[in-house]
């Protein structure tokens, strides 16, 4: 589904301010996988996103997508394919717009756009439909504007929008981080289920170790733009917080320097 070759990235390169922000980077997920992602800040997660979905380009190495090559395509046209969600719940969606104005744009995604914009009543049935799966009321509040709703509610719109078509890759940039603890296990269950339900393959960055081993099917530790840990079938299911910490410790040669993910 997903094979990463070899993807390398310098910042700034040739300057004092060089940074290698990722190494050598190689990774193949088969269809339906669920990765979580876990390493300290500057680890290199989110460039990895971000060379994923065209947000910048890599020095060296392929990005291939469902057997497509796609290192060279630009970022609106792999949005067809990838969803992605970030911290901020704004992100991704217009505020001053609709939250049915909104779920249109998605639901067009991928679709032969015309020169008019409307929503009509089917859609519109359509989209109190799927609302009222998340079980926060926002099926009768489609008029309501994005920027006005929680945090919470807002990021749960945006996963619906990310997957009301089901993408070929979800990419989550901690996708929970900006809300409160119940708040965030509300849209890691409405995230569980989702992906689940569509098969959608996933990659989901995280500072929460418990929910990195918990979630999905595998799990993976970066560091200094590198990937050192590959977890999945029954090391995963036997992996604990503090063997996870050790083991870190083993392959990078040093302590784990990260007060949100110690603390989650």
Not at 50 to 63: H, K, L, M, Q
Not at 201 to 210: D, S, V
């Amino acid at each position: 589904m997903l094979t990463l070759e070899h993807l390398s990235k310098t910042f700034y390169p040739g300057t004092l301010n060089e940074r290698k922000a990722l190494t050598d980077i190689s990774l193949k997920l088969e269809e339906g996988d669920f990765v979580t992602i876990i390493g300290s800040n500057g680890a290199g997660k989110s460039t990895l996103f971000n060379a994923i979905s065209g947000n910048i380009d890599v020095d060296e190495g392929r990005v291939i997508l469902d057997g497509k090559d796609i290192t060279d395509l630009k970022e609106y046209k792999r949005a067809r394919m990838i969803g992605r969600l970030f911290q901020d719940p704004l992100k991704g969606t217009a505020p001053n717009m609709t939250i049915e104005e909104n779920l249109s744009l998605s639901y067009l995604r991928g679709k032969k756009r015309t020169l008019s914009f409307g929503i009509d009543k089917k859609d519109r049935e359509f989209f109190r439909s799927v609302l009222s799966e998340l079980n926060l009321g926002l099926e009768d509040r489609l008029t309501s504007k994005m920027g006005l709703l929680s945090g919470g509610q807002r990021q749960a719109i945006t996963l619906l929008m990310a997957t009301m078509v089901p993408p070929k890759l979800l990419l989550l940039d901690e996708h929970t981080a900006a809300l409160d603890p119940a708040t965030a296990e509300k849209i890691l269950a409405l995230t569980k289920k989702i992906v689940s339900e569509n098969h959608i393959t996933t990659m989901m960055i995280t500072h929460n170790i418990k929910s990195a081993l918990e979630l999905g099917n595998r799990t993976i530790m970066m560091n200094n733009g590198r990937i050192i840990l590959d977890l999945a079938g029954k090391e995963r299911d036997e992996m604990t917080v503090e063997k996870l910490l050790a083991l870190f410790k083993e392959k990078a040669s040093e302590e784990l320097d990260n007060d949100r993910m110690l603390l989650s």
